[in-house]
């Protein structure tokens, strides 16, 4: 029997919420799938499923193969800001928008980034070892440090970046920021240092922290030579994609 319901696919990390707004309407058919699901298995379910009419992604990629699978589609959708793991090029061959989140996750990241810099510089994993094997006494050999009055380099000055700049400050840290697409007047309006010599700049840092999209420009950003540019004894967070650090370099 014919149906005037939309078929969309949403990955298993979707919201409660965001579940609820879409099954409380009785013109949209879900069909639920592992973030982690394989190319070929979700190549399969898309043609199980076909016609699928809209996908919101987590993880997984999405191009050429999957819009064939679907026969269908009419909207992608990410559930964050990234989409590196989805072929654009195909998508508009085909006249089909990709959505991404906005600013949903910005807060968490960056929260989650000066989380990583508080555990490290008030050495939580190693301190909390000494508590639970009863060996507090070699506290001593590894006492902790202040975030504040360190140098802090952001890379990246968007969404995120700006959100970690302005917990970095409230922490009393001196803030610069790279950021190439970023005018010196916002970076300066906002209380940080504009960078415009990255390799220059990495040498003074204490922490780095890494904030920008994974693309052709920033894959492999940071490699031997530039790791190799930092204090011994500094910091490199990365809450952004893996590709914009070798990781072989590290």
């Not at 298995?41 to 076909?50: M, N, Q, T, V, Y």
């Not at 193969?65 to 654009?88: F, P, S």
């Not at 959505?99 to 909390?128: D, I």
């Not at 490699?223 to 590709?243: E, F, Q, V």
């Amino acid at each position: 029997m014919a149906t005037n319901k939309k078929k969309i696919f949403v990955t298993q990390t979707l919201s409660p919420g965001a579940r609820a707004l879409l099954t409380q309407r009785d013109d949209i058919e879900l069909v639920e799938f592992s973030n982690l699901i394989s190319a070929k298995d979700f190549e399969s379910l898309l043609k199980s499923h076909a016609p699928v009419h809209g996908v919101a992604l987590g993880a997984t990629a999405f191009g050429e193969t999957e819009l064939e699978a679907a026969k269908d589609m009419k909207v992608v959708t990410r559930i964050g800001v990234g989409y590196d793991a989805v072929d654009v090029p195909a998508l508009s061959r085909r006249k089909v928008p990709l959505m991404v989140a906005g600013s949903a996750n910005s807060p968490s990241v960056a929260e989650a980034a000066l989380f990583m810099m508080l555990t490290l510089a008030k050495r939580a994993q190693e301190l909390h070892a000494c508590v639970k094997d009863g060996k507090w006494a070699d506290r001593l050999g590894m006492l902790p440090f202040d975030l504040y009055g360190k140098t802090v380099l952001v890379i990246g000055f968007g969404r995120i970046g700006s959100r970690i700049a302005k917990r970095c400050l409230a922490m009393e840290m001196n803030v610069q920021v790279y950021d190439p697409y970023k005018g010196a007047a916002d970076i300066k309006a906002a209380g940080c240092e504009p960078v415009t010599d990255l390799d220059a700049a990495l040498p003074h840092a204490d922490f780095v922290t890494i904030h920008c999209p994974k693309t052709p420009e920033t894959i492999g950003l940071f490699d031997a030579a530039r790791i190799g540019r930092m204090k011994p004894k500094a910091y490199l967070i990365n809450t952004a994609r893996g590709g914009i650090v070798k990781e072989a370099a590290l």
